[in-house]
Nanobody, 127 residues
Framework: QVQLVESGGGLVQAGGSLRLSCAVS????????VGWFRQAAGKGREFVAA????????LYAESVKDRFTLSRDYAKNTGDLLMNNLKPEDAANYYC????????????????????WGQGTQVTVSS
């Protein structure tokens, strides 16, 4: 069973930065893609970014492109989301998710493509 635990959320002023981390554990080869989604109060969950775990390819939502950056650390089995120049509209509960399916730039934007989910970490951005 794959498990994901997010950390790094908190309160930041607009224009500031936060680094979210997703610790992934489970049988080797159980996941190929790790993604991030967010859900603001009263809204649905939306795609933020995704990464091919073994290949390193990345995909970003237009709203965060050029501000957010994905990375991974094989030794720690963690995937990080560095968020720069945060805006009030970035405030949400952020979830990491893992998918068994292979990463494609045409896909990975839908919740249904992911098999495992973390519990989420809250990001609050003050204006």
């Amino acid at each position: 069973q794959v498990q994901l635990v997010e950390s790094g959320g908190g309160l930041v002023q607009a224009g500031g930065s936060l680094r979210l981390s997703c610790a992934v554990s489970g049988p080797t080869g159980s996941w190929s893609t790790v993604g991030w989604f967010r859900q603001a109060a009263g809204k649905g969950r939306e795609f933020v970014a995704a990464m091919s775990w073994y290949g390193g390819r990345t995909l970003y939502a237009e709203s965060v492109k050029d501000r957010f950056t994905l990375s991974r650390d094989y030794a720690k089995n963690t995937g990080d989301l560095l968020m720069n120049n945060l805006k009030p509209e970035d405030a949400a509960n952020y979830y990491c998710a893992a998918a068994a399916r292979l990463f494609t730039t045409q896909g990975m934007r839908s919740e249904s493509e992911y098999d495992y989910w973390g519990q989420g970490t809250q990001v609050t951005v003050s204006s």
